[in-house]
């Protein structure tokens, strides 16, 4: 029988909102509040608002288990991991954990400007539970699996965004807790890094320890994870089969991510060559998705950050529906691009796709075989069906469902088949 890491019963979390915080108070101001007390409460209202974070989550790990937490924002994800983490009290509940527990909630969190990279190893290292004698361990390993080793004695104040995100995930992730808790880290650096993320997360389980990951990736979800818990409202909706849990998450009250917007250049997706600035989906005779048929154009726009004049760019799409199956992947023509904001556009034209739910990956690729950056499912939208032409009402198969024009004629007519 697997021993259980993690054991949560009828956990809940209550916050109050429109809480102002403290502050010193005049004493004019003091004694106009303990006139006016008695009369703001003559409505019966409270001034402050409540709202459950978690509600009556209760679930288990078993030791070696890779869990995903999946729902919208505001489901509840990442109190659960602070709650689990210690960060923060349940408000009714109670939670077990069985072996000691490392957070990679925030990464970065606790690197000084000022430090090397040595420096702020040890550092974060200590912030985070780490022993000396296990920093002093891993050292080389950790600057090996962040890529800089000819800056690890640079102040990080001189390191790329995503140089400085490497180092930051490296230490995190080298660790070596029996239980550990992952909020949405694997947006780090670029194409390759992020695969490198994803193979140190598995390895994790491999070696017996215990990670509950939270992610909107239901790519790296469904690859990782052999068990997926799906929150709402932070009550618990569903829970079993990574494929199946998330496909049904994706179904569920007509999920998209039509719009996605970083206007910060600095905290935006991406790296010190390029950054994502926004991704929308439109139909092209519309000013937002609205209802997508399979009648309707569709219109995929992209905006990036370059930082490289002269740099030959080329955007490519990839399309996947909610199975995860390819439909297809679209590049534009590569070319030298100026530095500042770029916008790419792909037009999907009409009658094409099949009604389903479909994702887009954005890649940004240079010189026509470097990845810069990948952003997974940065998009998800829903392709209702249309009118309905004969009497066929079941679901269309295949991926795609294009409306070929066909000709119709008669060769020779047999009247014969008529008398």
């Known amino acids: 029988m697997s021993e259980i890491a993690i054991r949560c019963r009828g956990l809940s979390k209550q916050y109050r909102i429109g809480e102002a915080r403290a502050r010193y108070s005049t004493l004019r101001e003091a004694l106009t509040g303990t006139v006016l007390a008695p009369l703001k409460h003559r409505n019966g209202k409270s001034a402050h608002d409540s709202i459950w974070a978690l509600k009556d989550v209760g679930f288990e790990v078993e030791q070696g288990e890779i869990v995903g937490i999946i729902g919208r924002n505001g489901a509840g994800k990442s109190t659960l991991l602070k709650v689990l983490s210690r960060i923060t009290k349940p408000t009714t509940g109670w939670v077990e954990l069985h072996g000691r527990v490392g957070s990679l909630l925030e990464v970065g969190t606790g690197f000084h400007p000022e430090l090397t990279g040595r420096e702020n190893i040890f550092l974060n290292g200590a912030i985070l539970g780490m022993k000396k ?52 880290v694997l947006a780090v650096g670029d194409a390759s890094f992020q695969k490198k993320c994803l193979g140190k997360l598995g390895n994790v389980a491999k070696e017996g320890r215990t990670v509950l990951f939270v992610s909107h990736n239901m790519t790296a979800v469904k690859t990782l994870c052999s068990r997926v818990i799906c929150l709402d409202n932070g009550k618990i909706i569903a ?21 996605q917007l970083w206007d910060d250049p600095v905290t935006a997706p991406g790296n010190e060559k390029v950054k994502i600035r926004s991704a929308r989906v439109l139909t092209t005779d519309q000013e937002s998705a609205g209802d997508i048929t399979v009648e309707s154009p569709i219109q995929l726009e992209f905006e990036f950050w370059n930082q490289q004049a002269g740099a030959i760019l080329n955007f490519t799409m990839h399309l996947l529906n909610i199975d995860g199956t390819y439909v297809f992947a679209a590049g534009s023509e590569a070319m030298p691009r100026p530095q500042g904001l770029l916008k790419e556009t792909a037009k999907i034209p009409a009658n094409l796709l099949n009604d389903g739910i479909y994702t887009v990956t954005i890649q940004v690729v240079q010189d026509t075989t470097m990845t810069l950056y990948l952003h997974p499912e940065v998009l998800v939208f829903e392709v209702l069906e249309g009118v309905r032409r004969g009497r066929w009402f079941g679901k269309w198969p ?16 047999d009247k014969a088949l008529h008398e």
């Open 239 to 259: 829970e079993g089969d990574p494929g199946q849990v998330a496909s049904g998450y994706l179904q569920k009250g007509r999920f998209s991510v039509a719009e």
């Open 133 to 184: 004698a296990e920093i002093v361990r891993n050292f080389d390993e950790i600057v090996a699996f962040a890529e800089v080793e000819k800056f690890i004695d640079t102040p990080v104040k001189r390191y790329s965004s995503g140089m400085y995100l490497r180092l930051a995930f490296a230490v995190a992730s080298h660790m070596e807790p029996e239980i550990l808790l992952v909020d949405e």
């Open 398 to 413: 295949g991926v795609i469902r294009p409306s070929l024009e066909w000709s119709s004629q008669t060769i020779i007519e």
